[in-house]
């Protein structure tokens, strides 16, 4: 008796056009103020209802851009040495690009100082990070605190569309940012002040 392989059945009907990380993907491309299931459907080709078999709602839409954008903001390597510093210029950097690059999503989620599940996720692995590196806990906390909210806020206004103080290129907005990030690294202190 001749031996075959085991190939698993195919199940009837056609494969699946859809996926979560499209669905994603499609949503990235939108503003957040026009961010709608139909929006993100009519990008696709699909019927809205085609994507609620892969999200909910557009809460859970929004919830995971900012774990996609989590994602991509993390440097791949740990701090070198407990040199945080650069670590930390290499997350403001790749905050810089991924969230410049998604019209409205840093003043409306990562600016909001509660709620924002994106938000919460970055400031727990950076913290996490730092107290790795050496940085007792409540310094990790204070040095997010304060270069979080200075670089999310500085994001957050000069954004595409956010009005006058939004640079006109690429090349000023880089020039822009690297001032405030040198300021911010050679200020934030090793640890915490003694008071």
Do not use: C, K
């Not at 699946?16 to 990008?43: C, K, Y």
């Not at 085609?50 to 995971?64: F, G, H, K």
């Not at 990562?110 to 727990?124: D, K, M, V």
């Not at 822009?176 to 690294?185: A, I, K, Q």
């Amino acid at each position: 008796m001749p031996h075959t392989e085991w190939r698993p059945t195919r199940r009837p009907g056609r494969p699946p056009r859809l996926s979560r990380e499209q669905i994603v993907a499609a949503a990235l491309e939108i503003d957040l103020d026009a961010l709608t299931m139909p929006a993100v459907a009519a990008r696709l080709d699909v019927s809205t209802q085609a994507l609620y078999y892969w999200v909910d709602n557009r809460d859970e839409l929004i919830t995971l851009i900012g774990d996609v954008l989590v994602a991509r903001i993390m440097p791949s390597e740990e701090p070198v040495d407990g040199d945080w510093r650069a670590w930390l210029a290499e997350l403001a950097w790749g905050m810089f690009h991924q969230l410049l690059a998604v019209p409205g999503f840093t003043g409306r989620i990562f600016a909001r100082r509660q709620g924002s599940s994106a938000r919460e996720q970055l400031q727990a692995r950076v913290v996490a990070t730092l107290v790795a590196a050496g940085l007792e806990q409540q310094a990790a906390t204070d040095t997010w605190d304060v270069f979080g909210t200075s670089v999310l806020g500085w994001l957050a206004a000069h954004a595409p569309g956010a009005g006058a103080g939004a640079p006109r290129d690429i090349r000023e907005a880089e020039r822009r940012f690297w001032l405030l990030l040198n300021t911010l690294l050679r200020g934030l202190p090793a640890n915490a002040p003694r008071m």
